[in-house]
Nanobody, 123 residues
Framework: QVQLVESGGGLVQAGDSLRLSCTASERTFSDYAMAWFRQAPGGRAFVASISRSGPNIYYADSVKGRFTISRDNAKNTVYLQMNSLKPEDTAVYCC?????????????????WGQGTQVTVSS
């Protein structure tokens, strides 16, 4: 069974950095765009997405300039580098794929999801 497994979450202080990883169990995931969303008590929100080969990248306004999405297709892994973390970044971060080559930002376009990794930022 195909799996997306996130890792790298944790408890940090405001201003700190974390790097999240999402590794796919099958190489075919390198053919598709990937995204990060975050789930907080208010709902799930788009964070960032990257196209199959990486040239098209999108960010939520709230993370622009602080977060960077990247991917290593040889490792079937997508990353989310998070710098200058704020308490409002606290959430469960999930990766997902839309099974398309091009990146999208709408939640309903993503059809396969990982279980998520908790990020908690203290003030």
């Amino acid at each position: 069974q195909v799996q997306l497994v996130e890792s790298g979450g944790g408890l940090v202080q405001a201003g700190d950095s974390l790097r999240l990883s999402c590794t796919a169990s099958e190489r075919t995931f390198s053919d598709y765009a990937m995204a990060w969303f975050r789930q907080a008590p208010g709902g799930r929100a788009f964070v960032a997405s990257i196209s199959r080969s990486g040239p098209n990248i999108y960010y939520a306004d709230s993370v622009k300039g602080r977060f960077t999405i990247s991917r290593d297709n040889a490792k079937n892994t997508v990353y989310l580098q998070m710098n200058s973390l704020k308490p409002e970044d606290t959430a469960v971060y999930c990766c997902a794929t839309n099974f398309r080559a091009t990146a999208t930002t709408a939640e309903h376009t993503y059809v396969y999801w990982g279980q998520g990794t908790q990020v908690t930022v203290s003030s």
